[in-house]
């Protein structure tokens, strides 16, 4: 798996693929307007063709205003995954999405990874992140 502590733009190995294609609980840091970190837990799920990972929730909930709060460029954002030794950080600028076909494309690609339909929620957008780094180790 890449392991890396800067920039890794080119193709990620085999192992850093899989280890994203597994079932993990991850987490989504977001920044307040205050410049404090706002640390979550969440589903993620990472398209490496589109350089997009994605975050599905309520448009209601903390996340998806503090991403909102950035401005059309895009809030700084970081979602990372552990398993023992094993972790992985995609780093990127977030926007919240809200077109039915993306919200759907986010929620199929959910359903995928951690093997359920999420519950039903008419407030759901999708936190779409074009990850600009990643990091890694294991």
Partial sequence: MDSTNSA???TP???????????HLCTLTTLRRDGSPHVVPVGVTWDPEAG????ITSGTSAKAAHV??????????AVCQVDGRRWATLEGRARVRTEPERVAEAERRYTERYGRVPRENPARVV???????RLGHG
Wanted: hydrophobic share 40%; net charge neutral.
């Fill in 68 to 77: 909102r709060a950035a401005g059309p460029e895009g809030a700084r954002v």
């Fill in 127 to 133: 936190i779409e992140i074009e990850v600009g780094r």
């Fill in 13 to 23: 190995d085999e192992s850093y693929l899989a280890f994203w294609r597994e079932r």
């Fill in 52 to 55: 997009l990972a994605r975050v």
């Fill in 8 to 10: 890794n733009t080119g």
